[in-house]
């Protein structure tokens, strides 16, 4: 995966405010690739297959660096889709997922085949009931990304993508800083208009890729 700067569009976005420092261009660069990518749901990323151990079910994500996950779309075990709880339903539905259970009796005790996923963080995810030893249990998981707060870029590819809607978004905030020489409240409002616009075009996008992503070919049996 190539790394693409929030600088190199600081140059385009530059003579539309002239005087405003090149730090803190960036600065609203990635501010605006975060809503973006929070909003859109448009990074998206398949994290490579793991093995889960047995007794453990508290992971962290395998995440590109200076990223966080946003969203969980879909994950598996040995090719079966887990529910996807919210972390008020995994204490309900499992009150005692939060104890530890370490030794061998334990988690022939507690353990089983894993049937849910909770998200507990932008780092962390519980997979439950915790996994037992009878078999291996691989897992395939693809959520959404965003850029975390310290990053210097994100993917080169969604970068590209969101180029125009992460320019508006920026303009619209820098434009209405008070007391700023490049201030524009009549183009931020204008920006502010363009990004809410490509938001949506982006959403929109977004979803019919996962209604075709949804559609699969059945067999008929012969002579129906």
């Known amino acids: 995966m190539f790394t693409r700067d929030f600088s190199t569009l600081a140059v385009r976005l530059q003579p539309n405010v002239p005087g405003c ?3 803190t261009i960036v600065q609203y660069l990635r501010n605006a690739a975060i809503q973006t990518c929070e909003r859109t749901l448009a990074w998206r990323y398949e994290q490579p297959k793991f093995t889960l151990t047995p007794g453990v079910y508290v992971y962290n994500f395998n995440k590109p660096a200076e990223t966080q996950v946003h969203a969980i779309f879909k994950t598996f075990v040995n ?11 995994a204490l309900e539905l499992y009150p005692e997922w939060a104890d530890k259970y370490t030794t061998a009796g334990d988690i022939e005790e507690h353990g089983s085949d894993p049937r849910s996923i909770t998200q507990i963080s932008a780092h962390q995810f519980a997979v439950l009931p915790l996994p037992d030893a009878t078999k291996p249990y691989t897992v395939r998981m693809f959520y959404a990304l965003r850029p975390s707060r310290n990053a210097e870029g994100m993917d080169e590819a969604v970068f590209d993508d969101l180029e125009d809607t992460i320019m508006h978004g920026a303009l619209q905030q820098l434009m209405v800083l008070p007391g700023t020489a490049w201030g524009n409240l009549g183009l931020a409002s204008y920006h502010a208009k363009q990004y809410v616009f490509q938001l949506a075009e982006l959403r929109a ?9 949804m ?9 129906v």
Not at 79 to 89: E, F, I, R
Not at 205 to 213: D, E, Y
């Open 205 to 213: 996008r977004a979803n019919l890729g996962n209604a075709r992503g």
């Open 215 to 223: 559609m699969r070919a059945q067999m008929q049996p012969f002579g």
């Open 21 to 23: 420092p090149r730090p």
């Open 79 to 89: 090719d079966s889709p887990l529910d996807a709880l919210t972390l008020d339903q």
